[in-house]
Nanobody, 124 residues
Framework: QVQLVESGGGLAQAGGSLRLSCAAS????????MGWFRQAPGKEREFVAA????????YYADFVKGRFTLSRGNAKNTVYLQMNNLRPEDTAVYYC?????????????????WGPGTQITVSS
């Protein structure tokens, strides 16, 4: 079992930056690939980024490439999502998720563990 808690959400201006953290409980954090998804009001949850178990490989949705960076610190059981050059359309609830799968990171159905989410609001 893994429990996830996001932090770092809040309000930012367009062009600004925020860093989200996702802290995981348990001693097997390094056994899970981690992902971030987001859901805006009235829209479906969508993939943002993922990182494999070792942190060697990262994957990004096209709309965040070059702006968001995902990293992990296995010693701290934490993943970090650095978000730069934020846009109003980035406004959403952001969810951290964990999976034991080694593929299909872009699909929410492969993730067994989810955090409660954190709100990001970007003003223009």
């Amino acid at each position: 079992q893994v429990q996830l808690v996001e932090s770092g959400g809040g309000l930012a201006q367009a062009g600004g930056s925020l860093r989200l953290s996702c802290a995981a409980s348990g001693r097997t954090f390094s056994s899970y690939a981690m992902g971030w998804f987001r859901q805006a009001p009235g829209k479906e949850r969508e993939f943002v980024a993922a990182i494999d178990r070792s942190g060697t490989n990262t994957y990004y949705a096209d709309f965040v490439k070059g702006r968001f960076t995902l990293s992990r610190g296995n010693a701290k059981n934490t993943v970090y999502l650095q978000m730069n050059n934020l846009r109003p359309e980035d406004t959403a609830v952001y969810y951290c998720a964990g999976t034991s799968s080694d593929r299909n990171y872009g699909f929410s159905r492969v993730y067994a563990y989810w955090g409660p989410g954190t709100q990001i609001t970007v003003s223009s």
